[in-house]
């Protein structure tokens, strides 16, 4: 049996609809995987969808958890190979992108990650548009968070090093860990181009929770830089209040 080159952790709740692609998404990479599924404790059909991969999958579980992160960093110390990421069930990887964020890796040894661009795909129209992505920098990163998570890869000793997730956060736990690497290992590696699939559907953390979010981001610009830029109290109307209004009236439609 080939040994694994990637652990991907699939962290899901109640997103049957979306997982049989996620999965399928992963196995079709013609990448030597270990995967594991943590589940919430669905109420759909997402139990069933699991099963059916039960095959392929190096585990998996179906149960009351303590989040997203906690859930993600169980699966990902459960696995050996030496490079790691998490795919949320509602996203997907772009047919050879997790091979091309291996080999870009495997070209650069000093880098602690590296991170692609993806698609947002709007559920409702089927509308495509580019995350912002961009090469790195801690100017930059201050700013915004300019690394799309469906789109990275890490090495697992970088992973261990920073101890993974931070399990207290429920919204920018992303955000938090792609400071935590370049704090450790310098600027993570960036790949122009595209490698995975966000989906942009009424149920995200990110348009329930848009207020919880924005505040859990601006906490770790301050923890990481030091200070929080100027930009992030200028546009915290729009990104928050105006946004979250728009949501609302698109829902209605």
Known sequence: MTEALVTVAVPS???GEYLD????SIFSQNLPVEVFVADGGSTDNSVEIIKSWEGRLAGWRSSADDGQA????????KGSAPFVCWINSDDYFLEGGLARLVNELLSSESAPAVYG????????DNKR???WVEEFSEKRLAVRCIISQPATLIRRRAWDAVGGLDASRHMAMDYDLWWKLYRLGGPLRFLNEFVAVNRDHGDTK???RR???YTEA???VRKHHGKLPLKWWLFQPYAVWFKALLNKIESRK
């Open 218 to 220: 601006m906490a770790v």
């Open 13 to 15: 709740y109640n997103q």
């Open 21 to 24: 692609a996620a999965l399928s």
């Open 129 to 131: 548009t580019a995350i």
């Open 206 to 208: 990110t348009n329930t």
């Open 211 to 213: 207020v919880a979010h």
């Open 70 to 77: 906690a859930a993600i960093n169980e699966c990902i110390s």
């Open 117 to 124: 661009r993806a698609w947002n795909v709007r559920e409702k």
